[in-house]
């Protein structure tokens, strides 16, 4: 699935480098990627791309019939592609223990893993863990998941963590908390998240990095649950006249692929559209807040989110026991 640069630097196009784009990819041959939420939208359009360039790309989801779904329309166009589905439920912790066991146990290496999947202003107050359900499914469950498949990750070399964000955490001022703007804080906890990991992993001096993204204003199923007069601005008959301000998901998920598979990305740093706002255009680095990249409020976030899903990192490979050597009499 590649796409036509959006110019080349040939004749009269001097310094000007060409936008990254699908073509920047690298064969991916050999690579296992996890992407959550990747039955549709921003993850599918993920999927799509990491399944095109040879990468085992395992969709983990809430709903499994969806995803089935979306993994055969990805092997359609990308015939012999390996695509696999795992169960995830991000809002339930039993759901995501289970899951990373069943992808620790099938996959001896874990090159990318993806934390896409969002809600927005869900129905329904609080998760079976007592959690309120946005904060619980867009943070909590990426934060369990991640500190569960850490082991695999960190004995991956060049291994990398994409934690999907948004423009909404600009509106917010804290991660923590409860009361209004849920979505917007429970990106700022992503964002948050993404920056005090890779500090972390830096620190334990893990070959694992950590990264983040953000697709700026894309044309996915998310705002469904929004006031109907603003879904229906973000609604593909309204893309004649929005394409100013809202892309598809197949051109949102090229930041994500930047972040994950640009072999000049770094850990800590954060991709997203390059077009006015940050709302559009081809990936670029994005700018995010103070509040996201201070330490300690990183530090909060982390002490909170271990607290509430009893879930600890370890940022080095377990060493293997030593085998048992024969000794003669």
Request: some cysteine.
């Amino acid at each position: 699935m590649k796409t036509v640069p959006a110019f080349s630097a040939g004749a009269g196009a001097g310094a000007r480098r060409r936008h990254w784009t699908a073509v920047d990819i690298d064969d991916q041959r050999g690579r296992t990627a996890v992407v959550t939420g990747a039955n549709s939208g921003l993850g599918l359009a993920t999927a799509r791309l990491l399944a095109g360039c040879g990468a085992t790309v395992v969709l983990a989801c809430r709903d499994t019939g969806r995803a089935l779904a979306a993994a055969g329309w990805i092997r359609a166009e990308h015939p012999g592609a390996d695509v696999r589905v795992e169960r995830l439920d991000l809002a339930s912790l039993a759901s995501v223990r289970a899951a990373a066991s069943r992808i620790t146990a099938a996959h001896p290496r874990l090159d990318l893993l993806i934390n896409n999947a969002g809600v927005m202003n869900p129905p329904g107050g609080l998760t079976e863990d007592g959690v309120e359900a946005t904060f619980a499914a867009n943070h909590l469950g990426h934060f369990a998941l991640t500190g569960l498949l850490l082991p695999r990750l960190v004995a991956t070399p060049g291994s990398r963590i994409v934690s999907v964000a948004s423009l909404a955490h600009l509106c917010a001022r804290s991660a923590l908390g409860t009361g209004r703007l849920p979505y917007p804080r429970s990106k700022l906890a992503n964002l948050t998240f993404a920056y005090e990991l890779d500090r972390r992993l830096g620190a334990a001096g893990a070959r694992t990095v950590s990264l983040a993204a953000h697709p700026g204003i894309a044309r996915t199923a998310l705002p469904r649950n929004l006031n109907p007069a603003i879904a229906m601005f973000l609604s593909p008959r309204m893309a004649p006249v929005m394409s100013w301000l809202i892309q598809g998901a197949d051109v949102s998920a090229l930041a994500v692929a930047r972040a994950a598979l640009d072999p000049a990305a770094r850990g800590g740093q954060y991709y997203g559209p390059s077009g006015a706002f940050g709302a559009t255009g081809h990936p670029g680095l994005a700018r995010s807040t103070a509040r996201a990249r201070d330490p300690e409020r990183g530090r909060a976030l982390w002490a909170a989110s271990e607290r509430l899903t009893g879930v600890t990192y370890a940022f080095t490979p377990p060493v293997a026991a030593p085998l048992p050597v024969a000794v003669s009499l």
